[in-house]
């Protein structure tokens, strides 16, 4: 079966986003975004909130086309064109929305999304989207976390975990990776024994 797993930037002391939503304080460099592209490239399937997609959206499909594209606009762009996008929102019209390898869901999000998870295909990612991430973390869909802990402490902001109303055990794969930017990546699975 697949598993939905959370890629998430995070301070130290558990902020995915500054109160206003700012993201500035999050370390990338070509290090990480070349560990980032050895997992993703093996990925089929991207999951994404209604805003993070939007972003996405908009800039992802033709970064790598640009005259100033780095080396990581280029393969991400390139990546993000070719995988599947599933998107969680209850704006936008699934039955209206014809945008190529793109699955709306906007209801029954538990069945929808298991459904998807027992199909054949890779792990699939959940990339930021915090209130998504909120979402499937209180109906126990996500499966695992792909957190990057960046060296700053902000003190406020929004955080990963809200509501937790049960216990989550957790396992911590052996793929843990520091980087030369002060940013440890720590890979951990859910334990549903």
């Given amino acids: ?18 109160p206003s939503g700012e993201m500035d304080w999050i370390k990338v ?24 997609y939007q972003m996405m959206e908009s800039y992802w499909p033709t970064a790598g086309d640009k005259p ?14 070719n995988v599947h996008k599933i998107v969680l929102s209850k704006t936008i019209d699934p039955d209206s929305y014809r945008e190529t ?9 538990p069945d929808s999304l298991n459904e998807i998870k027992q199909q054949t295909g890779e792990d699939i990612l959940l990339f ?3 209130t998504a991430t909120h979402s499937l973390i209180r109906q126990n869909l996500i499966d695992g976390y792909w957190l990057f802990v960046n060296p700053v ?13 049960d216990k989550i055990k ?8 520091q980087f030369t ?3 440890t990546a720590l890979n951990y699975v859910v334990d549903r024994k």
Avoid: C
Avoid at 1 to 18: E, Q, W
Avoid at 170 to 177: G, S
């Fill in 68 to 81: 100033t594209a780095t080396k990581h606009d280029i393969e991400h762009s390139k990546w993000y064109n």
């Fill in 1 to 18: 079966m697949r598993k939905i797993i959370s890629f998430m930037h995070v301070s130290l002391d558990g902020f995915v986003a500054g």
């Fill in 170 to 177: 957790l396992k911590l794969l052996p793929a843990t990776q």
């Fill in 101 to 109: 390898n793109t699955t709306i869901i906007s209801d029954n999000l």
């Fill in 181 to 183: 930017a002060g940013v």
């Fill in 128 to 130: 930021g989207s915090p």
């Fill in 29 to 52: 460099d070509q290090e990480i975004f070349d560990y980032v592209a050895q997992r993703i490239n093996k990925g089929d399937t991207a999951l994404y909130g209604r805003r993070t």
């Fill in 153 to 165: 402490i902000l003190g406020q902001g929004i955080p990963l975990f809200v509501d937790i109303k």
